[in-house]
């Protein structure tokens, strides 16, 4: 009888013993890391818009101005800008960009996709738009992340809206 008491205890040892086995060797929940993970900014897109009096872009017209010229053809030299400010990419993400003279779109590209890798500028070549006539009003406007499908720290600076005001007095 000690014998049969004797197999059940080494019995009893030996299954403990697997099953505690069994239960540490399985891997459950999150593994937790010696040093955290950087926690990176999500995507920031921003947009610009500039008008220049001078293509070499050095002479700016201030938003919102309202100028004279006597003679000549003068124009607006009109500057786009996207970029991403923060250490992600964005993705890809659909912008729109269009320039009116006294209310018609006289630049009108298509709407078309990009994506900007982080702290990535994409500056757009410029355009020329000219005052015809005695009054004129140019209206720049663009657009990004058409649809706010980039989740970003700030939705609110995608879009942007640029006025100038000129007469031609001749």
């Known amino acids: 009888m000690n014998f049969k008491k004797f197999f059940m205890i ?17 891997t459950g929940g999150t593994q937790i890391s010696p040093m955290p993970l950087p926690r990176l900014a999500p995507p920031d897109i921003s ?4 008008m220049f009096e001078d293509q070499g872009c050095t002479k700016p017209l201030p938003n919102g101005s309202d100028l004279s010229y006597t003679g000549g ?22 912008y729109k960009r269009v320039i009116y003279r006294n209310g018609v779109k006289v630049v009108d590209p298509p709407a078309a996709t990009i994506s900007l890798a982080k702290s990535e500028v994409k500056v757009f070549p410029v355009e020329k738009v000219y005052f015809n006539g005695t009054s004129n009003t140019v209206e720049a406007k663009i657009l990004a992340d058409i649809g706010n499908l980039v989740k970003e720290t700030n939705e609110m600076n995608n879009s942007a809206t640029y006025t100038v005001k000129a007469s031609v007095v001749h």
């Open 10 to 26: 080494a019995f009893a040892l030996a299954a403990t013993s697997i099953a505690t086995s069994a239960a540490f060797a399985q």
């Open 47 to 50: 947009v610009k818009i500039e």
């Open 73 to 94: 053809a003068p124009a607006a030299f009109v500057r786009f800008t996207l970029s991403n400010s923060n250490s992600q990419n964005t993705g890809n993400f659909t």
